[in-house]
Structure formats: structure tokens, C-alpha cells
């Protein structure tokens, strides 16, 4: 097999999901954490998601990142490109998803490329530019608070002009309803005018695969996991697509179960109390942890007791004001830091004991918990829901993770992705 897709993410959940999406589209895929220092066995990938922790960095660096890890994949044969961020577009006025496109298109030499966040299956949807959950605006959800990235403007038009230096534009839900050839024109015409990006409306599956189409001949497009849907079609038209095994094949791991939830989504803290009807929970405290207080070690002592069939869960997730109070009393940084280590080295602790199964929720939980294992890549399987797929690590230790964004998963998916593997 040979590398036909190169994808960038700017966060690791982020690059599991669309990974995901692939491998349901039947492409082969592996996520790598991160540009690799070292040669990676790609175990015979036909896309590649280098998975960087760039959305709320400066900037500058997420610029510098992602143009490594585009230099990267091209040394591997690829020339077909995707920079994936969340569907729910999260970026400040700085950028970053502006800046780096625009990068990524210098880097390219290419002139034009598509935005589109739209997942309508997650209740994402793009209509004359707004970004829509569910029937609500951006704006009037919980993202309008979101700590990091308040997202208090659902015009993404104007979102992304205010981060891009050229015209951004609209590929309008008119025009996408047509199909692909009209897609296409518009294009050109949006070329015409100067314009670099366009904000792409979509609002069914459908829309997304036309958009797919349509975007075959750009050498980048951007967007959430819902705009790789009509990829693998692409390549599959030009019959570059082996599929002479299973895209979604991972090996059979046995050992303990476990869950560290990190995320403070309002479906995570749904997803732990449903999880409490069935499993042992335990909860940290950040304060204690901001005082100093083993609260890893309590956690691992409390894990050693109830370890065995059944799977546990260790939880640092917090309703909305709860988490308000302690970044108040620790500093929003030393708070997320404090957190972040804590899960890390909790992670460390289960796998010496014999845990192999593992899920974890939250984006930044996902990133330290993969960095503290040492985990450099990944083998994308099947989903357990959408945007969340079981995966293997390519390497030692041999892990079966689940890394699922705060906002994704049905109410039972903790106990539903371990019954997935049974």
C-alpha cells in the first residue's frame, strides 16, 4: 500500500475521529502522535493523521507544528492534504485555524481551499455560514463559555476572516445543493475574487461526500472529521484504493479495563454518572491536588482493591462551576496542568498493573495520557460510537485505547465500548 492522504490534526481526539471516519470510508489509517523523531512503521496505512496539540497554542508555534508534520507526511509520498480542527470550530480571534491554513496553502503553493466543520451526524451543521449544534447557534450553546476558546460568533465567515490576512468567502448552501460540478464552479468564481478559503455549508451526509468530490482536485482542504466522508471515494475512482483487508482490523489484547475521564463536557459528566449505575467511580480533587496531596497515589491504592473482570473509572471531570472555583483558586494553567499530570501518571500506574483496555475522555487528558505511556502511533479500528474507534498501539506497551472528545458519545458509551471488545 502507499500513502495517499496526509492529515494534520490540532488535537489528538480530534485526529482519532477523523482517522475514524476514514477507516468507516475504508481507508487503512494510522494516527501518529505527533511528527515522529524516529522511522515509524505505518503498517501499511493509505492515510496518516499526525496528531499535534496545537489548537490553543500561539499561534506561531501551531503555524511551526503543523508545517513539520506537513513536510513530513509529503517525504512519505503523499500530495492529497487535510488540516482537521473541532466541529465546533474552537479558535479565538488569533487564530488558529486561519493562520495555519493559510501556511499550509503557502507551503503547498495552492491557491484556494474549503472550510467545513459540518458533522451532522453529531448535530453539526453549516447553513449560510453559521455553525449550528443541534438547532441552536455556536453562539447560544455552552461553547459560548468555553474556557480556552469562547466561541461567542456563529458567522464562521467572519470568524475566519478575522484570523486569515485574504478574502475568506461562502460556498452557499444553494450552490452545494446542486452537486458537485456546480461546487466546482463556484470555486473557480471564488478564485476569481481573490478569495483563499470558503466557508462551506453542509448539512447532510450527502453534502459533505459532493463537497468530498468536488474538493478531489485541491491539493488541501480543511474542516472537521465530517469532510473526509467523500475522500476515500477519490482515490477509490482512480483505483489507488487497496482494500484487500479489513481497514478496521486490530488485534485481539487482553487485560484489565479502565476509564480516566478529564474532559468537563456536559456528555462526559453524563457519561459518568450512567457509568455509575454499573462501576466503581472514583473522583479526584483538584484542590487537594493544588495542596500538594498524592491524589495519583490515592487513586492507584483505590484502583488496586477493584481492578479484575470488571472495568473502573477515575474521574476528574467537574460540572461548569465547580471548575470556575478551583481555576479561581489555582490559576486556570496550574489548575489544567495539575490535572493533566495527575491523569498521566495515574495512566502509568494501571498499565504496570495489567491494565491494556483503556478509554479516555477529554482532548488534553488524551494528549497526556498517550504522552506518558509512550505511545507514538496508533492503528485506527472500529467505532464503539461515532468519532470514537477503538485502536491499538503500534509498539510497546501493547494497549487498546479509546480517546474520545468531551462532547462525543451516547450516554452509555463507557460501558458500551468495553462490550465492543467482548
Known sequence: MSLLLGCIADDFTGATDLASMLVRNGMASVQLIGVPARPVDLAGAQAVVVALKSRTIPAADAVRQSLAALEWLRQRGANRF???????????????????????????????????????????????????????????????????????????????????????????????????????????????????????????????????????????????????????????????????????????????????????????????????????????????????????????????????????LIASSAPSEQVAKVQERLGRERAGALIEGAMAEIAQGLVERGVRRLVVAGGETSGAVVEALGVKALRIGPPIDPGVPWTASLGEPELLLALKSGNFGAPDFFTKAFAKLS
Open 82 to 312: 487535510l488540516f482537521k480542527y473541532c466541529s465546533t470550530f474552537d479558535s479565538t480571534d488569533r487564530g488558529n485555524i486561519g493562520p495555519v491554513s493559510e501556511a499550509l496553502l503557502d507551503a503547498l503553493g495552492a491557491e484556494f481551499t474549503i472550510a467545513c466543520p459540518a458533522l451532522p451526524e453529531n448535530g453539526r451543521s453549516v447553513y449560510l455560514g453559521h455553525l449550528f449544534v443541534g438547532d441552536r447557534l455556536l453562539s447560544d450553546t455552552h461553547m459560548r463559555h468555553h474556557p480556552l476558546t469562547p466561541m461567542t460568533d456563529s458567522n464562521l465567515v467572519s470568524v475566519l476572516q478575522r484570523q486569515s490576512g485574504a478574502p475568506v468567502g461562502l460556498v452557499p448552501y444553494a450552490v452545494v445543493e446542486q452537486g458537485p460540478e456546480a461546487i466546482r464552479r463556484h470555486f473557480e468564481e471564488l478564485r476569481g475574487q481573490g478569495v483563499r478559503q470558503a466557508i462551506a455549508d453542509a448539512i447532510s451526509e450527502r453534502h459533505l461526500v459532493d463537497l468530498g468530490t468536488a474538493a478531489a482536485d485541491l491539493a488541501l482542504i480543511t474542516g472537521g472529521s465530517g469532510i473526509a466522508t467523500g475522500l476515500p471515494d477519490n482515490f477509490r475512482r482512480q483505483g489507488l484504493l487497496d482494500q484487500s483487508r479489513p481497514a478496521d482490523e486490530l488485534p485481539h489484547i487482553e487485560g484489565h479495563a479502565a476509564v480516566l475521564a478529564g474532559s468537563c463536557s456536559a456528555a462526559t459528566l453524563d457519561q459518568i454518572a450512567r457509568f455509575h449505575e454499573h462501576g466503581p467511580v472514583l473522583e479526584l480533587d483538584p484542590m487537594a491536588l493544588g495542596e500538594g496531596a498524592d491524589e495519583a497515589g490515592r487513586a492507584l491504592a483505590w484502583a488496586d482493591e477493584r481492578l479484575g473482570e470488571a472495568p473502573i
